[in-house]
């Protein structure tokens, strides 16, 4: 009858107790990992908040403010009354790894144009990061048409104003930090808006640093969104990966905010229409209007045109022709007659059958 019981006992404890053991062992080597990396990282300026106060502070996550690859954004307030902005990081595998970016990305920053992460929560797979609030939003929500909505209209001097602190932003990024941080997702979407409109980079779940030093980096895999991604970043045959990726990816968003729509839609009415920057090339060579369906001035005709001729520098094909985001500052606020006319995008705009 002993030996019946004792039986018992180890069955219960293989099958009910052992199992979860396993399970807790390896939370425990993950989150002593993401501990270990918070020592060495160091979020100093950054407080550590305990899940039960993100709760607090967020109102029970009420008020959702998006929704990005990674998590959810929800707006909340410090308990000095500061208004702050939250991303609860999801349960997906690579979460740590948009943890751990975020925070050693932002970290070594301080910059007017780089968001602020005033704090961040870990508790197991509980991750959250705590932003300061911007008040406009991301940039999308400003250039984007969709369809018959109406959407509050930037001028194009707040454009202009917007592309130069972005870039000032990435040259921070690229120049100004004893670690090189390269960004590797430029887009509107993660460019946010204060109350001034003043432009802060955000978003550094892609984010991956390197030595000054070093000009090409090794990547085992793509990074960034489509439509954005430099072409080196699919095929090495273009050339290694490097800040000059995220000039490409800046580019791209120059030539977005001028024509205020995707640098590809398949819903217009010509194929020569379809990809934009061959589109605005095009009217930059013949001396045409870049945005027919507007009345400009002179002057934002000017910004129009100077902002397209970087943006189309920026996306050329090898990252050697393209200019280093110092260049791109020095171009931007340069006279406008001394920039050159950029050779024509390689790439071709998809095929199809005009309408």
């Known amino acids: 009858m002993g030996v019946f019981i004792i039986c018992i006992i180890v069955c219960c404890f293989r099958y009910k107790l052992f199992t979860p053991l396993i399970r807790c062992c390896l939370t425990t080597k993950n989150d002593q990992d993401i501990e270990a990396f918070l020592k060495v990282h160091?979020?100093?300026?950054?407080?550590?908040?305990?899940?039960?106060?993100?709760?607090k502070m967020t109102n029970s996550l009420k008020v959702k403010l998006g929704q990005g690859g990674f998590g959810a954004v929800y707006k909340g307030q410090l308990p000095s009354g500061i208004p702050v902005?939250?991303?609860l990081l999801n349960g997906s595998k690579r979460n740590g790894e948009e943890?751990?970016?975020e925070v050693a990305s932002i970290?070594?920053?301080s910059h007017v144009n780089i968001v602020s992460l005033l704090g961040f929560c870990f508790e197991g797979s509980k991750k959250a990061l705590i932003y300061e609030f911007m008040a406009n939003g991301s940039l999308e929500k400003f250039?984007?048409?969709?369809?018959?909505?109406?959407?509050?209209?930037?001028?194009?001097?707040?454009l202009y104003q917007i592309s130069i602190g972005t870039a000032r932003g990435l040259e921070y990024l690229h120049r100004g930090c004893n670690t090189r941080i390269l960004h590797f997702d430029i887009k509107p979407h993660n460019i946010l808006l204060d109350e001034n409109l003043c432009p802060k980079i955000s978003d550094f779940g892609l984010a991956k640093l390197c030595p000054r030093k070093e000009s090409i980096i090794s990547m085992a895999d793509t990074r960034g969104t489509m439509g954005y991604v430099a072409p080196e970043m699919c095929n090495r045959q273009f050339g290694g990966v490097s800040h000059k990726s995220d000039v490409y990816s800046y580019g791209m968003m120059l030539l977005e905010m001028v024509g205020g729509r995707k640098n590809i839609d398949a819903e217009v009415s010509h194929t020569s229409e379809i990809y934009f920057?061959?589109?605005?090339?095009?009217?930059?060579?013949?001396?045409?209007?870049?945005?027919?369906?507007e009345v400009m001035s002179t002057e934002e005709n000017e910004i129009a045109k100077r902002m397209s001729i970087v943006g189309l520098w920026c996306i050329q094909t090898f990252p050697n022709d393209r200019p280093t985001m110092s260049?791109?500052?020095?171009?931007?606020e340069g006279n406008i007659?001394?920039?050159e006319m950029p050779p024509k995008p390689m790439f071709s705009s998809p095929t199809r059958s005009d309408s």
Not at 143 to 158: A, C, H, P, Q, V
Not at 278 to 287: S, T
């Open 143 to 158: 250039i984007y048409k969709r369809g018959t909505e109406t959407i509050t209209s930037l001028s194009w001097e707040n």
């Open 42 to 55: 160091g979020a100093v300026s950054q407080k550590r908040y305990k899940f039960a106060e993100v709760k």
């Open 107 to 109: 970290s070594r920053t």
């Open 337 to 339: 007659n001394f920039l």
């Open 85 to 87: 902005a939250v991303k």
């Open 99 to 101: 943890f751990m970016n």
């Open 277 to 293: 920057p061959h589109l605005v090339h095009k009217r930059l060579a013949l001396d045409k209007d870049l945005r027919p369906d």
């Open 327 to 332: 260049k791109v500052v020095d171009m931007l």
